[in-house]
């Protein structure tokens, strides 16, 4: 830049003022980076959910459970290519902040639903073969330093057992990874056989089926037979994508989108005031410097031009720092809480608009005392000097 080294020492000439104001932009990219990567786990699930399947729940809520009869009912509907199901277990390993979802399936059915799941021939073999058996995604084993042939007890929040007891363990006959790097493993599936064999309570139910619908076939059309067919009956049902239903899973943590939107606006906000007041600030002491600037030739686009680039820089240098030092703390929370949160991450997509945002705020903070500077007149700036 032509100018850089005017505009880095009128940056500076007030350091305290200067420092103070870096200081509150930095904190608020520290903060849009933590928010930002926190927010990406919580709408994970959507980004990687295929259009294909579609997800059968209670039309009440998410928690009541389905009759296991559906399956077969919902299998002989035209457009339904296959039919698998599930349900959230909810428990904890060791200690209560140790949770990541649990989930009895039935082991071919579901790893042929998501064939995104990769795991060797042999461990799905064991694992269908093992009744107490139970494979976990690649994350929970790296967390958790897991091998197969482990015994994991598992303590249970919602589901006893028949005997009364809490404790559920399993042998752990596999580990699977992910095609998709934007989707999570941090999960355990075990047999839905043994589940419903010892759980204490709801049996010959299940939390929800997946369903993917047969090639041609209309996904709404498929969604509304189905909800048809359960109509009027004790459990009726409501079908809708794997995305909505991924969206109104995470709802149930509140709505972090409007959270993090409120959060960053308030922030942006008073970050804007501090920074346009600096700047106004900045400008009404220079107005004699300004004034010999312009009787030195600069024109009026330059002196805008020189403002401007003030304002933009200190925005810069806290927010490059702020979200610098953000990125690095996302990917420690990532790696501690990568069993309870999985998915927290600080995307290029994020990383891109906090940039843009840095510029687009300096342009905002400076835009008025910039405007003032290049309309000063030369006469009327030294007879106030």
């Known amino acids: 830049m032509k100018y850089f080294r005017l505009v880095w020492k009128n940056v500076w000439r007030k350091k305290i003022r200067t420092s103070l104001t870096i200081l509150s932009v930095f904190v608020a990219f520290l903060l849009f980076a933590l928010l930002s990567g926190i927010g990406y786990a919580f709408k994970g699930g959507v980004d990687v959910a ?3 399947r579609l997800i059968v729940i209670h039309k009440v809520s998410l928690i009541n459970p389905l009759p296991m009869s559906y399956l077969n009912r919902i299998a002989s509907d035209d457009g339904v290519h296959s039919v698998t199901h599930a349900s959230w277990f ?5 200690e209560p902040r140790n949770q990541f979802g649990q989930f009895p399936v039935e082991p071919q059915a579901y790893f042929d639903m998501y064939p995104e799941f990769n795991i060797p021939d042999e461990q799905l073999e064991a694992f269908k073969r ?5 494979v976990v995604g690649q994350e929970l084993a790296t967390t958790y330093g897991w091998e ?14 028949a005997d009364g007891g809490r404790t559920w363990e399993f042998d752990l006959e596999g580990i699977f990874s992910s095609d998709d790097p934007r989707g999570s493993t941090a999960l355990m599936l075990f047999q ?19 369903l993917r619908v047969a090639s041609g076939a209309d996904p709404i059309q498929v969604a509304s037979a189905i909800d048809l067919q359960f109509a009027n009956s004790p459990n009726e049902t409501k079908t809708s994508t794997e995305a909505a239903f991924a969206q109104s899973f995470m709802k149930q943590y509140g709505n972090i989108a409007l959270i993090v939107t409120l959060i960053l606006g308030a922030v942006f906000f008073t970050l804007l005031l501090v920074s346009g007041n600096t700047m106004s600030q900045s400008v009404r002491e220079r107005i004699s410097e300004l004034a010999v600037l312009k009787t030195l030739g600069f024109g009026d686009r330059a002196v805008l031009g020189i403002v401007l680039s003030e304002s933009v820089l200190i925005m810069l240098m806290g927010g490059l720092l702020g979200l610098g030092l953000g990125w690095v703390l996302v990917q420690g929370i990532a790696q501690q809480m990568a069993a309870f949160l999985p998915g927290v991450f600080l995307s290029p997509t994020a990383i891109a608009g906090a940039v843009a945002m840095m510029i687009g705020a300096g342009i905002l903070a400076g835009i008025f005392p910039a405007l003032k500077a290049m309309r000063l007149s030369i006469v009327d700036a030294l007879a106030r000097a």
Not at 148 to 161: E, L
């Open 50 to 52: 295929d259009a294909e």
């Open 90 to 94: 909810g428990g904890f390993y060791q």
């Open 130 to 134: 093992n009744r107490t058996g139970a």
């Open 148 to 161: 197969i042939g482990d015994r994991i007890p598992i303590q249970a929040t919602i589901w006893t057992k």
């Open 192 to 210: 839905h056989d043994y589940f419903e064999e010892a759980r204490a309570f709801a049996k010959g139910t299940v939390g929800w089926y997946v």
